[in-house]
């Protein structure tokens, strides 16, 4: 069963950048699916982007998209989630979570319900 360990986070100002990475132990990412969520206090948790680890497919919500870039590595077994043009609206904790089920489907929302394997969490904080 793999392990999620990220890193990357820290504190940047708005229009700044980060590259998060989500580094897998025990398994490789070939057959996963793997997404990414950001949690702030009192609110859910919820997903800002997947891919899948075989073929590369990926989904962004639509706060995401054209700011963010989720890729992956497989000879590292690990993903990335680029994030440019920060707002302060980004910060949180960003988790990575991954599963060997097909839930990343460009055509559905980010659950994180249909993930089972999770990190500890990484913390980005967005000043104005």
């Known amino acids: 069963q793999v392990q999620l360990v990220e890193s990357g986070g820290g504190s940047v100002q708005a229009g700044g950048s980060l590259r998060l990475s989500c580094a897998a132990s025990?398994?490789?990412?070939?057959?996963?699916?793997i997404g990414w969520f950001r949690q702030v206090p009192g609110k859910k948790r919820e997903g800002v982007s997947c891919?899948?680890?075989?073929?590369?497919?990926?989904r962004y919500v639509d706060s995401a998209k054209g700011r963010f870039t989720i890729s992956i590595d497989n000879s590292k077994d690990t993903v990335y989630l680029q994030m440019d043009s920060l707002k302060p609206e980004d910060t949180g904790v960003y988790y990575c979570?991954?599963?060997?089920?097909?839930?990343?489907?460009?055509?559905?929302?980010?659950?994180?319900?249909?993930?089972?394997?999770w990190g500890q969490g990484t913390q980005v904080t967005v000043s104005s």
């Open positions: 891919i899948s680890g075989s073929d590369e497919k990926t």
């Open positions: 979570a991954a599963d060997l089920m097909p839930v990343c489907n460009p055509h559905a929302d980010i659950k994180t319900s249909l993930y089972d394997l």
């Open positions: 025990g398994d490789t990412f070939d057959y996963y699916h």
